[in-house]
C-alpha cells in the first residue's frame, strides 16, 4: 500500500520560510509524477506544484518565483521549499502521486494527514 506522509508545517510570519517533506512508502518517486496540493480554510484543495519523473516543475502563478519543489530519489522523498510566504499560502498541504488520487479521490484530505502551514501578518 502506497503512503505518503507530509511534514515540515508550522507557524510563521509573513515573509518567513519553511520547507515541507513529502516521503513514500510502498513506492518510488522515482517514476512518478509529483503534486502538492493546499485547502486553505473554507476552499477546496488546489494544486500548488507539481514536479514530472524528469524534474520539470509546474507552479500555481500566485507562488512562482518563491516556491520550490524539487526531489531526492536518494531518499525518496519530495519537498516543498517555501520562501517569502504569505497569509494566503496558509492552509493544509498534501503529496499526491496519480495511484493515489485515482484510489481515494480528489478530495485531498483523503490522501493523508497533510501538513499545516499557517502564515501570520
Known amino acids: 500500500e502506497v503512503q505518503l506522509v507530509e511534514s515540515g508545517g508550522g507557524s510563521v510570519q509573513a515573509g518567513g520560510s519553511l520547507r515541507l517533506s513529502c516521503k513514500a512508502s510502498?513506492?518510488?518517486?522515482?517514476?512518478?509524477?509529483v503534486g502538492w496540493y493546499r485547502q486553505a480554510p473554507g476552499n477546496e484543495c488546489e494544486l500548488v506544484s507539481s514536479?514530472?519523473?524528469?524534474?520539470?516543475?509546474y507552479y500555481k502563478e500566485s507562488v512562482k518565483g518563491r516556491f520550490t519543489v524539487s526531489h531526492d530519489n536518494a531518499r525518496n522523498t519530495v519537498y516543498l521549499q517555501m520562501n517569502s510566504l504569505k497569509p494566503e499560502d496558509t492552509g493544509v498541504y498534501y503529496c499526491?502521486?496519480?495511484?493515489?488520487?485515482?484510489?481515494?479521490?480528489?478530495?485531498?484530505?483523503?490522501w493523508g494527514q497533510g501538513t499545516q502551514v499557517t502564515v501570520s501578518s
Open positions: 514536479i514530472t519523473t524528469d524534474g520539470k516543475p
Open positions: 510502498g513506492m518510488t518517486f522515482y517514476d512518478s509524477d
Open positions: 499526491v502521486v496519480p495511484r493515489v488520487m485515482q484510489l481515494r479521490g480528489r478530495d485531498c484530505w483523503n
